[in-house]
């Protein structure tokens, strides 16, 4: 079965330090996409970042960056230079490649950022 | 460009019940998938559909049903309604079936079963 987890249900952070969520999954796919999705309070879930398991580059967005570390299954997220608006649900995320995929996200259960002004 | 919208906000329904949650796809995709978000929890993967037509289920019972109309807006029913229904129900409309295309997700619709 593919999962997704989430260790950490909360972290805290001071404004302008960096912060890393950590993500482990499990597949016997190959060829996957994994994405870290930002939840904010009573706002609407928005994608952070994404990586192709084929790319062994790590994705950059900005301040945000992944450690993908494809034979560890492990796909952390780190934030840079924290802000007050990153305080918000992360979720982690999955989803096999190929044909016969739906293209379905396989959720984390979630970790809580606080951003301490 | 109007992005994903879902009606209503909030609902309260009575154990036995039926009810339908809306979701209008963001202008141009032709993909919608529903996704279900217990308190404290990821969501969890219902089912998706692609130009009318169910493309794909998670594990969720026959009384969770959709539909997906021409214009791709679509709905999802869940009949004989269930405490552990309550939950935040999602959806998120793409460009295609590919992995590739990202997920835009609506704000979602709060139901509460008594």
């Known amino acids: 079965a593919q999962t997704v987890t989430q260790s950490q249900p909360e972290m805290s952070v001071q404004e302008a330090e960096t912060v890393t969520l950590s993500c482990t999954y499990d597949?016997?796919?190959?060829?996957?996409?994994l994405f870290w999705y930002k939840q904010p309070p009573s706002r609407q879930m928005i994608l952070v970042i994404r990586q192709e398991a084929y790319k062994q580059q790590n994705a950059t967005e900005n301040r945000f960056s992944v450690n993908f570390q494809k034979a560890a299954k492990s796909f952390s997220l780190k934030i840079s230079d924290s802000q007050l608006g990153d305080a918000a649900m992360y979720f982690c995320a999955y989803s096999p490649h190929g044909s016969g995929n739906t293209g379905k996200l396989i959720f984390g259960q979630g970790t809580t950022l606080q951003v301490k002004p | 460009e109007t992005g994903v919208t879902q009606s209503p906000t909030h609902l309260i329904k009575t154990r036995g019940q039926q009810v339908t949650l809306r979701c209008s796809s963001q202008s141009g995709h032709n993909t919608v998938s529903w996704y279900q978000q217990a308190l404290g929890q990821g969501p969890q993967f219902i089912f998706q559909?692609?130009?009318?037509?169910?493309?794909g289920r998670g594990n969720f019972p026959p009384r969770f049903s959709g539909l997906q109309f021409p214009n791709y807006s679509s709905e999802l029913n869940v009949n004989a309604l269930e405490l552990d229904d309550s939950a935040l129900y999602l959806c998120a409309s793409s460009l295609g079936l590919a992995v590739s295309y990202e997920q835009y997700f609506g704000p979602g619709t709060r139901l509460t079963v008594t």
């Open positions: 559909y692609y130009r009318e037509e169910e493309n």
């Open positions: 597949t016997s796919e190959s060829d996957y996409y």
